[in-house]
């Protein structure tokens, strides 16, 4: 089976930086994803991981430790419309994609 | 089509009563999925298809739900009997291929379900 665990809200400044954090467990692995939903939207996908390490993509970033069984997944230099939901989800050793409960985010002025 | 599309965006039905959601894939996506989302919460997953076929269908709650895939194309989630605690948010997403490897799911907009 598997277990995420992300935090349930986070509050963040304009212009700033927001790390958010995922771990889990899993009996098998085969990727990490990060996903965004606005409010009343469909998810968007953000990024994914396999291998330990960092992934960047412009103002996002999503960081893989396997051995730790966590993610984390960075935003820099917030701006208003990142507030939303973000959802930590994993590939373990069968063929389905499996959420955590997401944490929801807000950026204020 | 260019995403993917679910009917209805909204439907609202009596405790007891059977309700069926569809969702059109993007097309030539092979992969298709079911997830249930509600108020606060992440998407649960419930059944994956890989063609035709019910790949992993290990997240349907019990046997009021089913859904099918006759023409590996468009798909359709049906809920017998509905109750209460069925109200949610029906969410459809299809890949390329399976979700292992870097295949992004693409979700609809969802079909928003309350049964009174």
């Known amino acids: 089976g598997q277990n995420i665990d992300q935090p349930t809200e986070m509050t963040a400044t304009e212009g700033a930086i927001v790390q958010i954090n995922c771990t889990y467990q899993t009996s098998g692995f085969n990727g990490l994803f990060w996903y965004q939903q606005h409010a009343g939207e469909a998810p968007t996908f953000l990024s994914y991981n396999v291998l330990d390490g960092l992934e960047e993509k412009g103002r996002f970033s999503s960081f893989l430790s396997r051995s730790k069984g966590y993610s984390y997944l960075l935003l820099k230099e917030l701006q208003m419309k990142d507030s939303a939901s973000y959802l930590c989800g994993l590939t373990g050793g069968g063929n389905k994609l499996t959420f955590g409960t997401g944490t929801q985010l807000k950026v204020e002025l | 089509g260019a995403g993917v599309s679910q009917t209805p965006s909204n439907k609202v039905t009596e405790k007891g009563k059977y309700v069926e959601l569809r969702c059109d894939p993007i097309?030539?996506?092979?992969?298709l999925y079911w997830y249930r989302q509600s108020l606060g919460q992440g998407p649960e997953f419930l059944i994956y298809f890989q063609g035709t076929g019910a790949a992993d269908d290990s997240g349907l709650p019990n046997d009021r739900f089913f859904a099918v895939r006759p023409e590996g194309s468009v798909s359709t989630l049906k809920i017998q009997r509905t109750e209460r605690g069925d109200s949610a948010v029906y969410l459809c997403a299809s890949s390329k291929t399976g979700p292992s490897g870097a295949n992004v799911l693409t979700f609809g907009a969802g079909s928003r379900l309350t049964v009174l």
């Open positions: 097309s030539g996506h092979t992969a």
